[in-house]
């Protein structure tokens, strides 16, 4: 019997489009044993089916690393919402990749997983979600800076444990991670319906201006240095950007006022989290964290398309994580 748990993830951080991204307290839990027929039980009927995006990465990953896929009798316990821009797609992704590493029979039971093989589930994950934003944090934890390398990645022979054969198509991704101020709380403020990412992705212009670049470029810098020097004021500061927020904000109505709330109720940083509609407001210590949750939420309660809900989540400083045995 296999557990894997992936943690959720708020990508983008204001400027940093595609590349920046910070696991969280919340998460997905997977539990998988080896069966006859593969059946999937603890989500909706309509998510059931061969179709199962867990059950998808899992049968990617097997093609890739030329493994027949076995069948399984999988439980999920998600407690990710789903197209609230906090990773529910990622978490889905990246633990169905994990499973088709970890039930690999030529693999040694219950052995950590080696840094090859996390660069493969983190290359496969990329390629199936499209960038590396979200799939990043969600195996490695912490804070992540994530790029695609331009050049192709090399092929790898099957005698390395778990690498892609040559000729796969999974991008290399370039991953930079540092760990969180424990001291720091992210609300997740998370509203009452859902935005998928589609069509937050169409909201966004097809070019951009050389001065609106700079000013990305200056503040998704200071966002990666905030964080490795735990910094939030300098995090406050980094958080605008002229990329997506501007033109996503429409598709959330109460936008405007909860982010203004979230500033006079003391929050150091606000962004949107991921395509949204969730917002992320950062408090720095306990005091300030309930102060923040007690002034929010008569706001979030009020709100005329129905209440928000408010998770008050830590940073997830571990990433992916299984075990593995009996029953």
């Not at 889905?92 to 039930?103: D, P, T």
């Not at 109720?265 to 962004?271: E, Q």
């Not at 306990?286 to 129905?306: D, N, Y």
Request: aromatic fraction near 6%; glycine fraction near 12%; include cysteine.
């Amino acid at each position: 019997m296999l557990r894997i748990h992936v943690p959720a993830t708020s990508a983008n951080i204001g400027p940093g489009f595609d590349t920046l991204g910070v696991a969280l307290s919340l998460g997905n839990d997977f539990l998988l044993e080896r069966a006859g027929s593969t059946s999937v039980s603890g989500c909706e009927e309509k998510y059931a089916g061969f179709d199962n995006l867990f059950l998808r990465a899992m049968r990617r990953a097997s093609g890739l690393l030329g493994l027949r896929t076995p069948d399984v009798a999988l439980r999920i316990d998600a407690r990710i919402p789903l197209a609230r821009g906090l990773g529910s797609s990622a978490a889905m992704i990246v633990g169905g990749i994990a499973a088709a590493v970890l039930l690999d029979e030529g693999r040694q039971e219950g052995s950590p997983l080696a840094s090859s093989e996390r660069q493969f589930i983190l290359d496969a994950a990329a390629a199936m979600e499209g960038h590396p934003d979200n799939v990043a944090p969600a195996i490695f934890g912490g804070f992540c800076v994530s790029i695609e390398a331009e050049a192709p990645r090399e092929g790898i022979s099957r005698g390395e444990r778990n690498s892609p054969r040559e000729g796969t198509p999974a991008p290399r991704v370039l991953c930079s991670r540092s760990s969180v101020d424990p001291g720091w709380g992210f609300h997740a403020l998370i509203p009452p319906f859902e935005l998928p990412t589609r069509e937050a992705r169409a909201a966004l212009p097809a070019t951009l201006p050389r001065a609106d670049a700079v000013y990305n470029i200056g503040r998704a810098a200071l966002v990666a240095l905030a964080f490795e020097k735990k910094d939030a004021a300098a995090l406050g500061a980094a958080c605008d950007d002229k990329l997506h927020q501007p033109y996503r904000k429409g598709l959330i109505p109460g936008y405007d006022i909860v982010t203004k709330a979230c500033r006079d109720a003391g929050a150091s940083a606000v962004w949107l989290s991921g395509a949204g509609p969730t917002i992320i407001a950062l408090t720095v210590g306990h005091e300030a964290g309930a102060r923040f949750s007690a002034m929010i939420a008569p706001v979030l309660a009020s709100r005329p398309e129905g209440p928000w809900l408010q998770e008050t989540l830590s940073a997830d400083q571990e990433g992916l994580a299984w075990t593995s045995g009996k029953g």
